[in-house]
Each structure stands twice: as structure tokens, then as C-alpha cells.
């Protein structure tokens, strides 16, 4: 049988890989941030491109294998999206007619959260404290979406 920490392990990697990490934006608001962020131009440049890119091919598997397509190493793809999320934008964007600007990476906020007590956080409790760091208008939406839910551990 797996240890607890085993299974946390193994079930964080495949959501990861899954998910992804990093906060999910609508198009517009990850692009503005990065093109008010304090990078090289040629950064900020090679980051909006893998974001158009992957919105384009509608999911980051779509692009993965439209880029290797293109000629693009499977190292050169990883890297661009490992600079996204090391900025904390997921390269996957919420679409325009969703009505939401951000939405908080799960994984995180639960840990976030798991990690000052014991009891497990609901998703409004996530949404609750989480604030987008690139919006002054927190999106009320997140919260609503997320007060529709239960429990964090029955999407994770």
C-alpha cells in the first residue's frame, strides 16, 4: 500500500501535469501583465508568442504537437512554458465568454490553505483568499463559480 506522502506526491504530479501550474487569466490580462512586467522584450516577446500559440491551438497538447510539427524541440516547447508558469500565469486561458478574468490554481491555494491547519478548505475558502495579483477588481465571478462546489478534495 502507498504511504500518504507517496500518493500526495503521485497524485500532485499528475495534476500538475494535467492543470498545469500557475493562475489561469483570460488572454488579454496575461499578455497585459507580461507587457507591464519589468522582462527583456525579447522574453516578454517569446511569452505572449507560446500564449497566442497554445490559445490558438485550443490546449496545450494541440500546440505541443502542433509546434513539434513546426519544427520546434520538445525542450524549446517545455521551456516556454515553464517561463509562463515560473511568472505564475498557466498557459491555458480562460475564454472570453466565460464572464471570469482569474481563477487561482487549485493545487496551490489548497496547499496554501492545508498548510495553516488540518481541516480541509472549501473552494470558496480558496477563492476567499486568494486575490489576483494582476487585477485591482478581484472577480467577484471567481468566488460565485466556486461557492457553487463542495469540497477541494473532491477535485483533487
Known sequence: MLSEEVANRTVKNYFRKTVMSGNYHTLE???KFIENSAMKKNKKA???AILNFINQARGVNNAKEKALGEG???SEFRSRIRELTNYGIN????PREWGIKFIPNLLEAYHKLKGRS???PTLSEIADSYIDPFDEDYDVEVVNF????NEVSDFI
Open 29 to 31: 490580462k496575461a499578455v
Open 118 to 120: 488540518n481541516i480541509e
Open 146 to 149: 466556486v461557492e457553487k462546489e
Open 46 to 48: 517569446r511569452m505572449i
Open 91 to 94: 498557459p491555458v486561458t480562460i
Open 72 to 74: 520546434f524541440s520538445l
